[in-house]
Structure formats: structure tokens, C-alpha cells
């Protein structure tokens, strides 16, 4: 028994040897990118938070980076999501920081 052509360009779009499979796989992955549109647009959000708390703190003659809550960030993520919850943290305050 031969694989159509439609069956091998699934098979190979997903992974999947089977129909279903591929179907499943390909349901998750649009859910997967609709969750990455909004992850990204939560982190422009924070992005734009951030300048707002840097342009006051900066108004105000602070430094425009603190270095302890920075440190709360890392805490946070950290505990929630392991080891790599601290690499997520840091690039999420490398992206908001320092674009004034």
C-alpha cells in the first residue's frame, strides 16, 4: 500500500504517520500560534510599561534600570518556571530595558 501525495506533504509538514495524527498536530500547532501572537503582543506591552516607569524614574533623577527589582523579576519567573524561567526573565527586561 503507497501513500498518496496528499498523505506524504502531511507526513512531512508534521511528523505524523498517520492522518489523525497529522490532524492533531496540526489543530495544536494553530493553537500554539495563536498563543505566540499573544504572547508577543503582551510583551510589547510590557515593553511599553516599562518605558513609562523608566521615563518617570529618569524624570525624577533616578538610574534608569533597578537593579533590585530587576532581581524580583528573576525571582519570580524562576520559581514559576525553573532554570529557564531565569533566561526568559532575562531576555524579557533586555527587551524592556533601555530604548529611552
Not at 525571582?75 to 530595558?97: N, Q, V
Amino acid at each position: 500500500m503507497t501513500a498518496t501525495a496528499a498523505e506524504k506533504n502531511v507526513a512531512e509538514k508534521t511528523g505524523a504517520r498517520t492522518t489523525e495524527a497529522a490532524g492533531v498536530i496540526t489543530g495544536a500547532r494553530e493553537r500554539i500560534d495563536a498563543l505566540d501572537d499573544r504572547i508577543i503582543g503582551l510583551i510589547q506591552e510590557r515593553m511599553a510599561v516599562s518605558a513609562v516607569i523608566q521615563e518617570a524614574r529618569i524624570a525624577s533623577g533616578g538610574r534608569r534600570v533597578n537593579l533590585s527589582r530587576e532581581m524580583e523579576v528573576l525571582g519570580h519567573y524562576s520559581e514559576a518556571l525553573g532554570k529557564p524561567g531565569t533566561s526568559l526573565a532575562m531576555t524579557l527586561l533586555e527587551l524592556c530595558r533601555g530604548r529611552i
